[in-house]
Each structure stands twice: as structure tokens, then as C-alpha cells.
């Protein structure tokens, strides 16, 4: 019997990944220029509602032949046959929508910008976006262009009702002068007559004082910000008072993760798991005057524990965070704290380090609004988050029973 090892080996086969990765381009782009033309004869089909060739009672215009157009990919340049009609002009939204780019694309432009990426950087990384690169010359027009994007964007005006409205204020750091300040961005969400929350406004504050939040309240409102029953915001300096004048018919409820901390720093931290139970044991109550009543169990407690300025904290603010009671319990989780607006801002704060020091406040506002923009285009912006059902159902129990 022959050895198996004596056999001549076959050829080597050898893959050539250039030649492959071309090969599966080429079925990219064919694939994309196939569906784009099938969307286009679709979209000229419901316009003159009668497909091509079809004898229709119902049509009300016909083809007119085609004219070529290369659209740019990342799988490379397609070739489009738009439609041409007789009696109208062919108007598609279909390029539009394949073309549109990510919003985080444009964060990405402001972060290269502002961290100084070089020039070929920069063309390397939007040729990895777009599949087409920028050239040198239009980085700053188009630096431009998006923050004008972003503008409009910040600027928009709003529409519908906002009923919950939540507000908190994010400290970054610019360069001036050779010295490194703080530059304050304030900056509101709210929920909607759907039930859906929305970005409503960024704007920079020389600080987070009652003048700041005033002017940014009154821009909110010039934009068209109506309808507020609640705004749920930390103790900041005057925002209570600023929402208070610009808003008055809107109650003020303070965050309760916000106050548990302001107790915590009066309490040593051995105590503070102690301390934290019996703050939860207040929140946890079934109505305002159990919360209440809990309350001034805990204040004498914290007195017996020797925390006086604790417990005069806790006497004297914690009506302030009792404001949620006012509205349907199904939405008290989520109303009582400001934790909507906190986890928004951290994720501002996670991609302004890549910056580190701004150049100025302005450059600050538009990467952090960049960032929002970008959030609310996701699923934090387009899955619903509260039935406001309950609170419509609500005020007309109230309204007939006042009647």
C-alpha cells in the first residue's frame, strides 16, 4: 500500500483580499443602485397613479423617458435613472433620505474641529462617514454649515404642549486669556401632549443665577414653550424664583436625589446608609400627608442622632420635594427626580473631555447641543415615556368636580 505522505500536494490556493473586497463592493453598489432605481420608478408611478405601460382610468400623467445622475456611496458612485413626466416636474425625497447623514456625524465634525485633528485626519475620517473624502479647503465652510444646522435646530419653535419640564445646568471648561474658566450651559427637556420627551432648548449662561435662568425661560417661551404644569430641577441659585415669575401658573417640584445629597453632606459617613433609609421611607409614602408625617418622624430622629442641621434641612425644604403628589401616581418615578436631564448632561459631559478646554462658550454650546440633537434622535427621543392620558383624565375629574 502507498504512504499517503509520498502523494503530491495540490496548488496552494492563494486570496487575494484586494481583488475580493472589490468583487463584494461591486455587489454592494450593485445592490444599492438596483433598490434606488426600484424606489424612484415607484415613487414616478404613484405620482402619475398608473404603473408604466398600465392603461388606467385613474392616470393623470405619463413617462417621459429618464436622465442619468451619479450619486455618491460608500460602496462608490451609483448610477440613478431619475424619471421624467409629461405634465409635472419629478420632485423625489428618496435620495434625500439615503444621503441623509447620522446626526452624531456632525458632533463628530465640531468634536475634529475643536480638538485641533489635523487636515489629513480630518479627510480620513469623513471618508469613513461618507465614503467620499473632504478635501482641506471646505473643512471650515463646512464647520460652518453645520453649525448653522445646529442653530436652526436650537433655535426651532415649539410646538404642542410640554406639561412635565425638566431643567439643569452642565459647567464645562474654556480658555481665557491663557486661563482656564468655566463656561455654564443651561439646558431644558420636556414631555409631551404624546408622552414623548423632546430637547427644548441649550443656551449658554454667564451662570446658573436667577438672571441666567430667567433669560432662558423667556426664550423657551418666546419659541412657544405653553402648557407647563411642572418643572423639576435641582435647588439651583433662582431657578425656583425665575420659574416662579416666568411661569406662574407651573408648580416647582426639587429633585429628591438632589436633596438626599444636600442632607448627606450634614451627615457623617457612617450614618449615611442610616440616613438614606429614612429619607426613601418619606418618598415612599402613598400620599402627601403620610409623606409628611414620615417627614417629622425623620426630623426627630435625626435631632436624637445629634444631626440638628440635618434635621432643620429636612424640617424646612421637604415640602419642596413633594410637589409629584399633585399628579397621577403612575407618574410620580418619574417626575420627582430630575434624573431624565442628569443622564442627558453625562452624556454631554462623556464627549465634550475628548475637547477638554474650549476655545469659548460658543464652541461649547454647539458640541453639547450636537450631542442632544443626536440624542433625540434615539431611542431616548422616539420611545414613548409616559402615558399623559392619566394627567389629561385627571384635570377633567378636577375641572367637573370644581364646577
Known amino acids: 500500500m502507498e504512504n499517503d505522505s509520498t502523494k503530491p500536494l495540490g496548488k496552494v490556493i492563494r486570496i487575494d483580499e484586494s481583488e475580493i473586497r472589490g468583487h463584494l463592493d461591486a455587489m454592494v453598489r450593485g445592490t444599492v443602485e438596483e433598490t434606488l432605481n426600484a424606489l424612484l420608478d415607484a415613487e414616478a408611478d404613484e405620482l402619475c397613479q398608473a404603473q408604466r405601460y398600465e392603461?388606467?382610468?385613474?392616470?393623470?400623467?405619463?413617462?417621459?423617458?429618464?436622465?442619468?445622475?451619479?450619486?455618491?456611496?460608500?460602496?462608490?458612485?451609483?448610477?440613478?435613472?431619475?424619471?421624467?413626466?409629461?405634465?409635472?416636474?419629478?420632485?423625489?425625497?428618496?435620495?434625500?433620505?439615503y444621503r441623509r447623514r447620522d446626526i452624531s456625524i456632525e458632533e463628530a465634525i465640531v468634536q475634529m474641529y475643536l480638538a485641533g485633528v489635523s487636515v489629513r485626519r480630518v479627510e480620513d475620517i469623513t471618508e469613513a462617514l461618507w465614503g467620499t473624502r473632504v478635501s482641506s479647503g471646505t473643512v471650515s465652510k463646512l464647520n460652518q454649515k453645520v453649525y448653522q444646522h445646529i442653530e436652526r435646530w436650537r433655535n426651532q419653535e415649539l410646538e404642542g404642549e410640554y406639561a412635565y419640564v425638566y431643567l439643569d445646568g452642565i459647567l464645562l471648561k474654556r480658555s481665557w486669556g491663557g486661563e482656564i474658566r468655566n463656561v455654564s450651559l443651561?439646558?431644558?427637556?420636556?414631555?409631551?401632549?404624546?408622552?414623548?420627551?423632546?430637547?427644548?432648548?441649550?443656551?449658554?449662561?454667564?451662570?446658573?443665577?436667577?438672571?441666567?435662568?430667567?433669560?432662558?425661560?423667556?426664550?423657551?417661551?418666546?419659541?412657544?414653550?405653553?402648557?407647563?404644569?411642572?418643572?423639576i430641577s435641582d435647588a439651583c441659585l433662582g431657578l425656583a424664583e425665575a420659574a416662579a415669575e416666568c411661569y406662574p401658573e407651573a408648580a416647582w417640584q426639587r429633585c429628591t436625589v438632589h436633596f438626599y445629597r444636600n442632607v448627606f453632606s450634614h451627615v457623617p459617613r457612617g450614618k449615611l446608609r442610616e440616613v438614606a433609609a429614612m429619607l426613601k421611607a418619606i418618598h415612599a409614602q402613598e400620599s402627601r400627608a403620610a409623606a409628611l408625617a414620615k417627614a417629622q418622624d425623620v426630623t426627630d430622629?435625626?435631632?436624637?442622632?445629634?444631626?440638628?442641621?440635618?434635621?432643620?434641612?429636612?424640617?424646612?425644604?421637604?415640602?419642596?420635594?413633594?410637589t409629584y403628589?399633585?399628579?397621577?401616581?403612575?407618574?410620580?418615578?418619574?417626575?420627582?427626580?430630575?434624573?431624565?436631564?442628569?443622564?442627558?448632561?453625562?452624556?454631554?459631559?462623556?464627549?465634550?473631555?475628548?475637547?477638554?478646554?474650549?476655545?469659548?462658550?460658543?464652541?461649547?454650546?454647539?458640541?453639547?447641543?450636537?450631542?442632544?440633537?443626536?440624542?433625540?434622535?434615539?431611542?431616548?427621543?422616539?420611545?414613548?415615556?409616559m402615558n399623559m392620558e392619566l394627567l389629561a383624565e385627571m384635570e377633567r375629574e378636577i375641572r367637573y368636580l370644581s364646577a
Open 325 to 385: 403628589y399633585d399628579f397621577p401616581s403612575q407618574h410620580w418615578l418619574k417626575i420627582r427626580t430630575n434624573n431624565p436631564m442628569e443622564r442627558l448632561l453625562r452624556e454631554a459631559r462623556r464627549r465634550t473631555k475628548v475637547v477638554g478646554a474650549f476655545p469659548d462658550g460658543h464652541s461649547a454650546l454647539m458640541l453639547v447641543t450636537a450631542r442632544l440633537r443626536h440624542m433625540s434622535a434615539t431611542q431616548w427621543g422616539t420611545r414613548k415615556y
Open 186 to 231: 443651561l439646558a431644558a427637556i420636556g414631555v409631551d401632549q404624546d408622552g414623548y420627551r423632546r430637547v427644548l432648548g441649550v443656551v449658554e449662561g454667564h451662570k446658573e443665577d436667577k438672571a441666567g435662568w430667567l433669560g432662558f425661560l423667556k426664550h423657551l417661551k418666546q419659541r412657544g414653550l405653553t402648557g407647563v404644569r411642572l418643572i
Open 55 to 97: 392603461r388606467s382610468a385613474d392616470r393623470i400623467d405619463t413617462r417621459a423617458g429618464h436622465y442619468k445622475r451619479k450619486l455618491q456611496t460608500k460602496a462608490g458612485d451609483v448610477e440613478l435613472k431619475m424619471p421624467k413626466l409629461r405634465r409635472q416636474t419629478f420632485e423625489t425625497a428618496i435620495i434625500e433620505r
Open 301 to 322: 430622629k435625626l435631632k436624637a442622632m445629634k444631626l440638628g442641621a440635618a434635621a432643620t434641612l429636612v424640617a424646612d425644604k421637604i415640602g419642596e420635594t413633594l
